[in-house]
Structures are given as structure tokens and as C-alpha cells.
């Protein structure tokens, strides 16, 4: 049962309940929705999968690229489609991995299940310039019946999607209304310019939900709210249920798993640990990671630069503007642009 606010919950409990019970009988799944028992939420829980926001959107963007290499344009391909869509996957991720080096959108050959698209992989994707490029260059220059070049859609879909996932994903204060807007303007673009491909339920998420989301935190991005770290911890917990805990039972392993946990998240056990200094702006992070590092060679800001200071800036009226245009409306969006900064 998702997406369904606790009144109507339990609106829907007290329609059901009979002598203190839940009735249930089969294939009564559209009537009962799933309810078992009394609701225990008390309020209304709303999450954000800041990781796989990243990964999804990262998928989104590729399976669009491979549909418009192979001249798909029906979202669910048939078998006759999907062979040409798999042609057109092996040729797109042979020049990523030319071009950056990068293995994505393959089965992981560790062993753990997943793929090699991984939450740095997907970073590196969105968030630097010369990598989202090379994506941007994947697309076929192909103009469409309202005009429009796919290539150039796709560049002004790609560079807002990393805008409002790099605004998602800090820690920062946000504007909320330009977010919004920016959100709406790029799903409509999206769909004006591609009426047959469907938002996914996590894209849905990003550029319907998250300015709310965010407005709802003290206008401060989601990052703190992030399932990264719970992920990180994966591979300890396999350690010490395989190496460091008792196996006489259940309850002895996972008493010994959560000892060792307290014990590393102890404060006094952490003052030990090594502190990691950049380079670039004495930050707590290392260099690789230093979201000020600046990828611009020459002096005057880029697009993107524009698009980032427009999110992050409180105020409504101090929206950055070239020549006359806000940033992300200006006409002469393109990936070469002098107009704005990129050379």
C-alpha cells in the first residue's frame, strides 16, 4: 500500500474492522488494499530515496539514449524493438567507456547482485561536465516535427535533471519556487518533445515531489535524509555476521553484530579515525570530492554555474540573469554557448 495518507487509512480500517478484526476473504486485494490489522503510523511518513534518485535518474537518462539510437519511440518496445534497443545499449556503453573509462549499465562481476552503475559512477555522471558531454554526444542529431534537434532536448533535460538532483541531494539552503519551476519546466519539455516516453515512478518523484519535499525541511536539501550510509554499512554487516559474531544463535550473532556497531559509532572510537583534508579548500573532504573545485577554465561563469547559483539563492529577487533572460530560460542554450561562459 503506498501513497496513501493516514486518514484515509484508517478511514478504511474502520470499514473493515468487525468484532475488533480485519475481515478477510479471498481476492478481496481491491477492497482491503492490503490492510491486516489497526494502523500503527500515527502521521504521515514521506520518503525520499536521495541514492536511487541518483541511480534511477541515471538509468532514465540512458534508456532514453538508447531508444533514440535505435530509433524507438514506443516506451515498452516489442521483441523485434527491444533487439534493436540491445544493438543500440552495446554501441552507447562501448563509447562511455572509450570516452570517460567508465563501465555502466553491466552486471556486477563482484558477485553481491546489482550493476556496475554504483552512486559515484552516477555522480560522475550528472555532476561533471565533460562526462555528462559525452553522454549528450550519444544522442543522434535528429529534429523533430515541432522543430527541436533530440540532441539539444536531451542537453537542456540533462543539465536540469543534474540541477535539481545536485539541489536534492546537498545539505544547503534552497530556493523551493525556482526548484519548482524548474522542475515543472523540465517535465513538460520532456513531454511536449517525447509525448511516448513515461515518467518512471522515481523520475515522478523527482520533478513532481521534491520541491515539496524540501519546502517541508526547512527549505534545506535532503541530504542528511540520505540512504547512502544505511547502504555503506552493508558490507560491515557481512563482516561481522561472518567473521565477528558468535554462530551458537540467531539472537547471540545479531547481539554481537550490534555491539559492533555501537562500538563504531562511538565518539570516542571515531576522535581516532584519520581526518581527511582537501587540498583546494582545507573542507573535510578530499580533493576528488570538493564541490568547489571549479571545472571552468576560463574565468566567466558556465550554464550550469548560472542554473546552480539561480537554486541556491533565497531570494526570489536576486535570481542571476544573462542579458535580460533567466538563466534557464535564455535561448541560446546550447553546449557550446559563448554566450554563456562555455568554451
Not at 99 to 111: A, F, L, N, Q
Not at 184 to 195: C, M, R
Request: proline fraction near 3%; glycine fraction near 4%; aromatic fraction near 6%.
Amino acid at each position: 500500500m503506498e501513497n496513501v495518507d493516514i486518514d484515509t487509512l484508517k478511514a478504511l480500517y474502520e470499514s473493515l474492522v468487525v468484532d475488533g478484526e480485519v475481515s478477510k476473504s479471498r481476492g478481496d486485494y481491491e477492497e482491503r488494499m492490503g490492510l491486516t490489522q489497526t494502523p500503527i503510523t500515527s502521521f504521515n511518513v514521506h520518503t525520499f530515496p536521495i541514492l536511487h534518485a541518483l541511480l534511477r535518474g541515471l538509468d532514465y537518462c540512458l534508456k532514453i539514449i538508447y531508444k533514440l539510437n535505435a530509433g524507438v519511440t514506443a516506451w515498452n518496445e516489442k521483441s523485434e524493438q527491444a533487439v534493436r534497443v540491445n544493438e543500440a545499449k552495446k554501441k552507447v556503453r562501448e563509447i562511455i567507456k572509450e570516452k570517460t573509462g567508465m563501465i555502466i549499465d553491466r552486471p556486477d562481476s563482484v558477485g553481491a547482485g546489482g550493476t556496475t552503475t554504483t552512486g559515484n559512477i552516477a555522480r560522475k555522471c550528472f555532476f561533471e561536465a565533460k562526462n555528462r558531454q559525452v553522454l549528450i554526444e550519444c544522442v543522434p542529431l535528429k529534429v523533430r516535427s515541432d522543430g527541436e534537434c533530440d540532441r539539444k532536448v536531451f542537453e537542456e533535460f540533462i543539465t536540469n535533471l543534474s540541477i535539481i538532483l545536485r539541489a536534492v541531494s546537498s545539505k544547503q539552503t534552497v530556493n523551493t519556487h525556482q526548484l519548482d519551476q524548474l522542475c515543472k519546466e523540465t517535465a513538460i519539455k520532456l513531454v511536449q518533445h517525447w509525448p511516448t516516453f513515461r515518467f518512471t515512478p522515481t523520475m515522478h518523484e523527482i520533478l513532481a515531489h521534491s520541491a515539496a519535499l524540501i519546502h517541508a525541511n526547512e527549505s534545506r536539501g535532503l541530504g542528511t535524509l540520505s540512504e547512502e550510509p544505511l547502504e555503506h554499512n552493508n558490507k560491515n554487516l557481512r563482516a561481522y555476521r561472518e567473521r565477528l559474531a558468535r554462530k551458537t544463535t540467531q539472537q547471540a550473532n545479531l547481539t554481537d553484530v550490534l555491539t559492533r556497531l555501537w562500538i563504531k559509532s562511538d565518539p570516542i572510537v571515531r576522535s581516532y579515525r584519520r581526518v581527511v583534508k582537501c587540498s583546494f579548500c582545507n573542507g573535510p573532504h578530499n580533493v576528488r570530492s570538493c564541490p568547489k573545485k571549479c571545472e571552468v577554465t576560463s574565468g566567466c561563469l558556465s550554464f550550469e554555474d548560472h542554473l546552480v547559483d539561480c537554486i541556491f539563492t533565497t531570494s526570489r529577487n536576486s535570481v542571476p540573469k544573462v542579458d535580460g533572460c533567466f538563466v534557464w530560460r535564455c535561448p541560446r542554450l546550447s553546449s557550446r554557448c559563448d554566450h554563456h561562459g562555455r568554451h
